[in-house]
């Protein structure tokens, strides 16, 4: 009787039209089916920890989640609803609730980017928002809309007495003066510059003659006086500086600075050009045929690339893109040819054939453009982006989704925009661009279903888990480099809703917005959760076998992990109470799961009948393993021993080998299921076929 070993499961679960392609290197490493289990980054099956309860979230509805990470220490989970934002910390709320314009609708079209205490907040049909984390609490949160409106200056600056006049070493020049003031958010600490305003009074509120000439020199400097009428000029701000700069015309250049008095002395020193005064330009303004502001544009995304705020798309000019200034990222102002610096702002159009919608931006080394037709990069000559150095160039013609791309492990992953489905983009040195693939090739099946959302959880797996339109997940585990590249089914008594990771201590926690029972509950999976979903524990309790509080589970069916023993098939009252038939201390209450992995056909001649029966699997930590030809002809591994005593089983690391009660068939198949709460990990898997005729 032939051995026939599978030492890897890294190609997940195959597409039922690839269930025979035996000649398919994938064939060897594939699993006919993958339910509850995903692959981790060796090519084993791990079954799928439980989903501990949270929060009950109320009645059904639109949800969306967000990470905002400050620190891998300092992470927080945002809650958007409709026209609600919460604001949760390791599972417990933080802060008061928002108020914000987003209907349920609006949810799957937000877009987000943070960078340090700030994250901005972009929708199609809504103006951007700003949420701040301050600096005094965990509590201390702000959300407000983002203006790239720059205030006036309200102060007038004086020219003192006595002008300087010029002689024959010095010829004066027209020169005129403009100041301004930089100002201090008093809620967040930010910092912003207003407008310049020309000086034209004299130190005796008079009039200055458009025809005055000056020729500052450090023995008769120019004196410029701020008019200070009251210490805040501006609601909601604190003075922080005063900035002064000279020119002519339309080209000015800063002269200085003062932050303890409102007198500058200029002494002629040649004007720094590369900081000319704030313009004040909205990019998302809409002007009348006589220059007047009559409206604002939405941008449709946003991100934050070579330290700049990068804008794209809104509904009037789908395929344009806005580029901050360098490190000043609501400064979009455009200045005349002479003054333009590498820092400054630009923007410009994507040379499409057609009129694209720009839907997405990451930073990935060059900025990738993802719109409803096809993948731009953003490309330089070798250095930074600049206002005279920059192109964008095609990379792919498959379109992307409103659903955010994802960045795994250098690699970019997208949902398409035609019919369904997630591609990869890698730069290709030789090529000297991007190049992409169809990751769901081999699992087209389970593309049935658009993906909605999705996130990844880089540790301690490294897995992709997406949200499919009908509540049910995907994950996918990608190592190309180690030839892992595996799909999986993950489905739980309910319909998930939103989804994300969120790192906390040593791993990235999965947080789900789950509806059981026409209600949404906020739900956490993580490597050490119980296999349970809508999970609670209870850990050091006095021995007890009545538990309350079960408010949402009640009336469902769950199963119990009590001390160890795990007690099925007990249901919660009406009540939210549970009355279990053994006295414990560390209870687990939640609704079970099944995990399952079938393995294709073995490999040769279709024809020949077979007949497996034994099987040696290989598990690692685990407790609790059923196995069988199919799903209704499955055996329990029986994994108590005499040492063992009536304490719970431990988690066993080894070798299993089951007899097995199996027909004669075409296929020589063997069904894993994990029906216990508790978790199993299979490395291996050998099958003792008999063949016949």
């Given at each position: 009787?032939?051995?026939?070993?599978?030492?890897?499961?890294?190609?997940?679960?195959?597409?039922p039209?690839?269930?025979g392609?035996?000649d398919?290197?994938?064939?060897?490493?594939g699993?006919?089916?993958?339910?509850?289990?995903f692959?981790?980054?060796?090519?084993?099956?791990?079954?799928?920890?439980?989903?501990?309860?949270?929060?009950?979230?109320?009645?059904?509805g639109?949800?969306?989640l967000?990470p905002?990470?400050w620190s891998?220490?300092?992470?927080?989970?945002?809650?958007f609803?409709?026209?609600?934002?919460?604001?949760y910390?390791?599972g417990?709320?933080?802060?008061?609730?928002f108020?914000?314009?987003?209907?349920?609708?609006?949810?799957?079209?937000?877009?987000?980017?943070?960078?340090?205490?700030?994250?901005?907040?972009?929708?199609?049909d809504?103006?951007?928002?700003e949420?701040?984390?301050?600096?005094?609490?965990?509590?201390?949160?702000?959300?407000?809309?983002l203006?790239?409106?720059?205030?006036?200056?309200?102060?007038?600056?004086q020219?003192?007495?006595?002008?300087?006049?010029g002689d024959?070493?010095?010829?004066?020049?027209?020169?005129?003066?403009?100041?301004?003031?930089?100002?201090?958010?008093?809620?967040?600490?930010?910092?912003?510059?207003?407008?310049?305003r020309?000086?034209?009074?004299?130190l005796n509120?008079?009039?200055?003659?458009?025809?005055?000439?000056i020729?500052?020199?450090?023995?008769?400097?120019?004196?410029i006086?701020?008019?200070?009428r009251?210490?805040?000029?501006?609601?909601?701000?604190?003075?922080?500086a005063?900035?002064?700069?000279?020119?002519?015309?339309n080209v000015?250049?800063?002269i200085?600075?003062?932050?303890?008095?409102?007198f500058?002395?200029?002494y002629?020193?040649?004007?720094?050009?590369?900081?000319?005064p704030r313009?004040?330009q909205?990019?998302?303004?809409?002007q009348?045929l006589?220059?007047?502001?009559?409206?604002a544009?939405?941008?449709?995304?946003?991100?934050?690339?070579?330290n700049?705020?990068v804008?794209?798309?809104?509904?009037?000019?789908p395929?344009?893109?806005?580029?901050?200034k360098?490190?000043?990222?609501t400064?979009?102002?455009?200045?005349?040819?002479?003054?333009?610096?590498?820092?400054?702002s630009?923007?410009?159009?994507l040379?499409?054939m057609?009129?694209?919608?720009?839907?997405?931006?990451?930073?990935?080394?060059?900025l990738?453009?993802?719109?409803?037709a096809?993948?731009?990069?953003?490309?330089?000559?070798?250095?930074?982006l600049?206002?005279?150095?920059?192109?964008?160039?095609?990379?792919?013609?498959?379109?992307?989704?409103?659903?955010?791309?994802?960045?795994?492990?250098?690699?970019?992953?997208?949902v398409?925009?035609?019919?369904?489905?997630?591609?990869?983009?890698?730069?290709d040195?030789?090529?000297?661009?991007?190049?992409?693939?169809?990751?769901?090739?081999?699992?087209?099946?389970?593309?049935?279903?658009?993906?909605t959302?999705w996130?990844f959880?880089?540790?301690?797996?490294?897995?992709?888990?997406?949200?499919?339109?009908?509540?049910k997940?995907?994950?996918?585990?990608?190592?190309?480099e180690?030839g892992?590249w595996a799909?999986?089914?993950?489905?739980?008594?309910g319909?998930?809703r939103?989804i994300?990771?969120?790192?906390?201590?040593?791993?990235?926690?999965i947080?789900?917005?789950?509806e059981?029972g026409?209600?949404?509950?906020?739900?956490?999976?993580?490597?050490?959760?119980?296999?349970?979903?809508?999970?609670?524990?209870?850990?050091?309790?006095?021995?007890?076998?009545?538990?309350?509080?079960?408010?949402?589970?009640?009336?469902?069916?769950?199963?119990?992990v009590?001390?160890?023993?795990?007690?099925?098939?007990?249901?919660?009252?009406?009540?939210?109470?549970?009355?279990?038939?053994?006295?414990a201390?560390?209870?687990?209450?939640?609704?079970?799961?099944?995990?399952?992995i079938?393995?294709?056909d073995?490999?040769?001649?279709?024809?020949?009948?077979?007949s497996?029966?034994?099987?040696?699997?290989?598990?690692?930590?685990?407790?609790?393993?059923?196995v069988g030809?199919?799903?209704?002809?499955?055996?329990?591994?029986?994994q108590?021993?005499v040492?063992?005593d009536?304490?719970?089983?431990?988690?066993?690391t080894g070798?299993?080998?089951?007899?097995?009660?199996s027909?004669?068939?075409?296929h020589?198949?063997?069904?894993?299921?994990?029906?216990?709460?508790?978790?199993?990990?299979?490395?291996?898997v050998?099958?003792?076929?008999?063949?016949?005729g």
């Amino acid at each position: 009787m032939p051995l026939v070993r599978q030492t890897s499961f890294a190609s997940g679960e195959l597409a039922p039209t690839l269930q025979g392609r035996a000649d398919l290197p994938q064939y060897a490493t594939g699993l006919r089916r993958c339910r509850n289990f995903f692959i981790s980054k060796h090519g084993a099956c791990v079954s799928r920890p439980g989903m501990r309860h949270v929060a009950t979230l109320g009645a059904t509805g639109a949800h969306r989640l967000v990470p905002f990470v400050w620190s891998e220490q300092d992470a927080f989970l945002l809650v958007f609803s409709t026209r609600r934002l919460r604001v949760y910390r390791q599972g417990l709320p933080v802060s008061r609730s928002f108020t914000t314009p987003y209907a349920a609708f609006d949810l799957p079209k937000l877009k987000f980017a943070q960078v340090g205490r700030y994250m901005t907040i972009t929708h199609p049909d809504h103006v951007p928002y700003e949420l701040f984390y301050g600096t005094n609490s965990v509590a201390d949160w702000r959300f407000r809309e983002l203006s790239f409106d720059v205030p006036e200056m309200p102060l007038a600056g004086q020219l003192g007495d006595p002008i300087p006049a010029g002689d024959a070493n010095n010829p004066p020049r027209d020169w005129k003066y403009k100041v301004s003031l930089t100002l201090r958010d008093r809620e967040t600490g930010q910092l912003v510059e207003t407008k310049a305003r020309l000086v034209t009074q004299d130190l005796n509120g008079g009039t200055l003659p458009s025809d005055l000439k000056i020729a500052p020199r450090p023995q008769k400097p120019a004196a410029i006086i701020i008019d200070v009428r009251h210490d805040d000029p501006i609601a909601g701000t604190l003075t922080w500086a005063y900035n002064f700069y000279r020119g002519r015309g339309n080209v000015f250049g800063y002269i200085g600075t003062v932050s303890d008095t409102f007198f500058f002395e200029d002494y002629g020193d040649t004007p720094d050009y590369s900081r000319p005064p704030r313009i004040g330009q909205n990019p998302l303004a809409v002007q009348d045929l006589y220059g007047w502001v009559r409206t604002a544009e939405n941008p449709v995304c946003v991100t934050y690339h070579e330290n700049r705020l990068v804008l794209g798309g809104t509904a009037e000019r789908p395929h344009h893109l806005w580029f901050s200034k360098q490190n000043d990222y609501t400064n979009f102002d455009v200045h005349p040819a002479p003054l333009v610096q590498a820092g400054d702002s630009f923007n410009f159009q994507l040379g499409s054939m057609q009129a694209e919608q720009i839907r997405s931006l990451v930073s990935a080394g060059s900025l990738l453009v993802f719109t409803d037709a096809s993948v731009w990069a953003v490309v330089s000559g070798g250095g930074p982006l600049s206002p005279t150095d920059y192109a964008a160039r095609m990379q792919s013609e498959v379109g992307a989704s409103w659903v955010q791309p994802l960045l795994v492990g250098g690699h970019v992953l997208y949902v398409r925009s035609k019919g369904r489905g997630v591609r990869n983009l890698v730069y290709d040195d030789n090529r000297r661009s991007y190049v992409g693939a169809d990751l769901s090739f081999f699992a087209q099946h389970l593309f049935d279903r658009e993906i909605t959302d999705w996130t990844f959880a880089e540790s301690p797996w490294g897995v992709v888990w997406a949200l499919r339109s009908d509540g049910k997940l995907l994950s996918l585990t990608y190592v190309p480099e180690l030839g892992v590249w595996a799909w999986a089914m993950h489905e739980t008594e309910g319909t998930v809703r939103a989804i994300c990771a969120l790192p906390e201590g040593s791993e990235d926690v999965i947080y789900l917005v789950v509806e059981r029972g026409g209600t949404n509950r906020l739900e956490r999976m993580s490597s050490r959760s119980v296999s349970l979903d809508g999970a609670v524990s209870l850990f050091r309790v006095p021995s007890a076998k009545t538990i309350t509080g079960l408010t949402h589970l009640a009336g469902m069916t769950v199963s119990v992990v009590a001390d160890g023993d795990v007690v099925e098939n007990v249901q919660v009252d009406e009540t939210g109470t549970l009355e279990i038939p053994l006295e414990a201390t560390n209870i687990t209450v939640g609704l079970p799961y099944r995990c399952t992995i079938e393995l294709l056909d073995v490999a040769g001649a279709r024809p020949q009948t077979k007949s497996v029966r034994r099987a040696l699997i290989e598990v690692e930590g685990s407790r609790g393993m059923w196995v069988g030809e199919d799903d209704e002809h499955m055996t329990e591994w029986r994994q108590r021993s005499v040492s063992d005593d009536y304490d719970p089983m431990p988690e066993f690391t080894g070798m299993v080998e089951m007899t097995m009660s199996s027909t004669f068939n075409e296929h020589g198949r063997i069904t894993i299921e994990q029906r216990a709460p508790f978790p199993l990990t299979v490395l291996a898997v050998t099958r003792d076929v008999e063949v016949g005729g």
